[in-house]
């Protein structure tokens, strides 16, 4: 299991169930970057965004107490920069209709061509046991779950 700190797409988190109404398990489904997007309750196995607990929630006198984190945006840019280039020249010979759409069940390898509902097209870059895919889209990279 997960743990809250360090999550990883395959893994486990507790939110709030936007279908059953409460907080139960959930096993993420998507990340954006280290931040939980998209998960899938295993009550109910209702897919959505993900919703923090409310008994996890910081109050705003909470937020302001503790130390924040300090990111290098230049860093950052570069990064976002060289990720849109990577892609520009790995999908731009490449034909779109060629690209798979993207299930959580389906079986992907890497270099294959990925059309994504919300990001778009993009190329797989790397595979992951037991069930992950990075996938390189216009936006940046992203993690998905899959099936190998």
Known sequence: MSSVQNPTVGGHVESQCTKCGRVTNHTIVAM????????????????????????MRTTKANASGGARRVTDKAASSKKATADQEEWQQ??????????????????????????????????????????????????GRKMLRCQL
């Open 32 to 55: 954006v970057e280290a931040t939980v997007v998209k998960v899938q309750c295993n009550t109910c196995e209702g897919t959505h965004k993900y919703r923090p607990a409310k008994a």
């Open 90 to 139: 790995n999908v731009r010979d490449r034909d779109p209709a060629a690209a798979v759409g993207y299930t959580m069940d389906g079986s992907f390898e890497v270099e294959d061509l990925v059309r994504h509902p919300v990001f778009g097209l993009g190329q797989v870059v790397a595979v992951f046991k037991p069930n992950k895919m990075e996938v390189l889209f216009e936006q």
